[in-house]
T-cell receptor
Framework: GAVVSQHPSRVICKSGTSVKIECRSL??????MFWYRQFPKQSLMLMAT?????????EQGVEKDKFLINHASLTLSTLTVTSAHPEDSSFYIC????????????FGPGTRLTVL | GDSVTQMEGPVTLSEEAFLTINCTYT??????LFWYVQYPGEGLQLLLK?????DKGSNKGFEATYRKETTSFHLEKGSVQVSDSAVYFC????????????FGTGTRLLVSP
């Protein structure tokens, strides 16, 4: 199947710093990518939909100024957690549908963010 | 809004035991239903899916039937292996609107030799 990568896999940062997480579709183009957040023992919660060439669409309750999304190309979306705080510590996962929004989504392996 | 409820884990079984992980959903219209599996250190992978009532999805010995009357999509396997140890997520995708995936909380399966 299609492959989605994420970088870094783990990151530890100090409170107040910003962290960028990359999501890449390795063997297909994705005009849309999705960003999820997963808390321990909880489900994946959709944060936002990243759209190539236009603004991201954020879910209700997600601060767009806090979680900056840039879909720079058809194979790359980035999520920047700005001025990170300990409560932002979580597992961030991206996904991309191969062949369009209604098709099967392929997930990245996730990024573990720890804010000290 | 749409939601998915699945049984809490962990589910601990011996090899060759029968597996059932319950999943029920709430949605308007006729969603598509999915089971994803997450092996340690890896991303979610689609295990199986069903797109309409009474459809049965199957893969790798796992199967689940889309039951509209009970709004359920229970995952079953007749004989589990140690390699099946993973976290299993039930999910739905509405066939209206933007077709977002809505996930259950995940169920960890531990299979011992």
């Amino acid at each position: 199947g299609a492959v989605v990568s994420q970088h870094p896999s783990r990151v530890i940062c100090k409170s107040g710093t910003s962290v960028k997480i990359e999501c890449r579709s390795l063997d297909f183009q994705a005009t849309t990518m999705f960003w999820y957040r997963q808390f321990p023992k909880q489900s994946l919660m959709l944060m936002a939909t990243s759209n190539e060439g236009s603004k991201a669409t954020y879910e209700q309750g997600v601060e767009k100024d806090k979680f900056l999304i840039n879909h720079a190309s058809l194979t790359l979306s980035t999520l920047t957690v700005t001025s990170a705080h300990p409560e932002d510590s979580s597992f961030y996962i991206c996904s991309a549908p191969s062949g369009g929004v209604g098709n099967e989504q392929f997930f990245g392996p996730g990024t573990r963010l720890t804010v000290l | 809004g749409d939601s998915v409820t699945q049984m809490e884990g962990p589910v601990t079984l011996s090899e060759e035991a029968f597996l059932t992980i319950n999943c029920t959903y709430t949605a308007t219209g006729y969603p598509s239903l999915f089971w994803y599996v997450q092996y340690p250190g890896e991303g979610l992978q689609l295990l199986l899916k069903a797109t309409k009532a009474d459809d049965k999805g199957s893969n790798k010995g796992f199967e689940a039937t889309y039951r509209k009357e009970t709004t359920s999509f229970h995952l079953e396997k007749g004989s589990v292996q140690v390699s099946d140890s993973a976290v299993y997520f039930c999910a739905l995708r509405s066939n209206t609107g933007f077709q977002k995936l809505v996930f259950g909380t995940g169920t960890r399966l531990l299979v011992s030799p």
